[in-house]
C-alpha cells in the first residue's frame, strides 16, 4: 500500500511536469519582466524561493529581467536616521537627503542581496541601477492635484521624484545574449546627470514596454484584481479596465498597477499579470498552470 502511494505521488509529480511542457515551449528565448517587491522581498523563505524561480526560468531557456522595489528597507533606513517621508497620492516626495538614502538602499544593500541570492542558487545574475550606462533616462514627475472644477490643477513638486524617458535595451539584451539575468533598480538619470527616484512598478512597464517583452508580472501582496464581491478575476480585457476604475471595483494602490500594465500592453507586451508574491512559487504557478494564481490583463 505504501509504495502504491509513493508510485502515485511520483506519478503526480510526473503530471504537473507535463502540464508545464506546453507553457516552457512557448515561453522559450521569450523575455518576462518580473517587478519584484512587497512580502516576497521580506521574509527570507519567499527570498529564497523566489531566487529558485527566476533561475529555473533562465535554464528551461526564458529570460527574465528584474526590477525591483525596496519600500520597506528605505523606510527602515529612514526611520533610523530620523528623516520623515512624506506621500502625495502614495509618491514619497524625494528630497536630496531622501533620494541619498533611496539609491544606497536599492542600488546598494537591496539590489546586491537579490543578485547574491540568484547567484547562490545557480544563476548569473548582474546588478544594475538606472544611472549605469545611462540604463534608465528620465526627467521630473510633473503630478498635479485637483483644486476644484473652476480652478486649475495645482502642480504638486514631488522632489527628485523622476519619470521615465526611455530605456536604454541595448544594455539588456547584450546581458540576455551572454546568459545574464539583469536586476535593475528603479533610479533613473537625466540628460543633465541629475538622479531620480522613480516607482519601480512604473519602472519595470516601461522596461518591459521597451523590450516588447511577452510578459510583464507584478509581484504584489494580494492575490490580484478582485471583483465587487471580493472574487480574484481570474483574466481581465483591457478595455474592461476604465469602468472597473470608475465604478470602484478596481482603486487605491491597485489602480497604478493596472494603468501601468495597460500602457505595457498597449507598447505591445503580449500579457500582464499581477500576482501574490506571498505565494511560495507564485512566478512558476501562474507561468507554467493552466490555472494560475493571480489576473492576467489580455488586449482587447
Do not use: W
Amino acid at each position: 500500500m505504501a509504495k502504491k502511494k509513493a508510485l502515485d505521488v511520483l506519478v503526480q509529480k510526473a503530471s504537473i511536469l507535463m502540464e508545464a511542457l506546453p507553457y516552457i515551449r512557448r515561453f522559450f528565448h521569450q523575455t518576462m519582466v518580473i517587478k519584484y517587491g512587497g512580502h516576497a522581498m521580506v521574509d527570507e523563505h519567499l527570498k529564497n524561493s523566489f531566487a529558485k524561480s527566476i533561475v529555473l526560468m533562465k535554464y528551461i531557456g526564458l529570460n527574465p529581467v528584474i526590477v525591483h522595489g525596496g519600500g520597506p528597507q528605505i523606510k527602515k533606513v529612514l526611520d533610523r536616521m530620523q528623516i520623515t517621508s512624506q506621500f502625495v497620492q502614495g509618491v514619497r516626495v524625494t528630497d536630496s537627503q531622501t533620494l541619498d538614502v533611496v539609491e544606497m538602499v536599492l542600488g546598494g544593500k537591496v539590489n546586491k542581496e537579490i543578485v547574491h541570492l540568484i547567484n547562490q542558487q545557480g544563476g548569473r545574475a548582474i546588478g544594475l541601477s538606472g544611472k549605469d550606462g545611462q540604463l534608465i533616462l528620465a526627467r521630473k514627475m510633473k503630478l498635479f492635484k485637483s483644486r476644484g472644477p473652476e480652478d486649475p490643477p495645482e502642480l504638486i513638486d514631488m522632489g527628485m521624484v523622476g519619470e521615465v524617458i526611455e530605456i536604454n535595451t541595448d544594455i539588456i539584451r547584450t546581458l540576455e545574449e551572454h546568459h545574464f539575468i539583469p536586476v535593475i533598480a528603479p533610479i533613473g538619470v537625466g540628460r543633465s546627470g541629475r538622479t531620480y527616484n522613480i516607482n519601480a512598478d512604473l519602472v519595470a512597464g516601461q522596461v518591459a514596454s521597451a523590450l516588447k517583452a511577452t510578459k510583464l508580472i507584478l509581484l504584489t501582496d494580494i492575490e490580484g484584481v478582485k471583483n465587487r464581491k471580493g472574487d480574484l478575476i481570474p483574466t481581465l480585457k483591457a478595455g474592461e479596465i476604465p469602468s472597473l476604475i470608475e465604478n470602484g471595483t478596481i482603486s487605491g494602490g491597485m489602480i497604478p498597477k493596472v494603468n501601468c500594465c495597460l500602457e505595457a500592453i498597449s507598447h505591445g507586451v503580449e500579457k500582464a499579470h499581477i500576482i501574490d508574491g506571498r505565494v511560495e512559487n507564485a512566478l512558476l504557478l501562474e507561468l507554467f498552470t493552466d490555472s494560475g494564481v493571480g489576473t492576467e490583463i489580455v488586449p482587447d
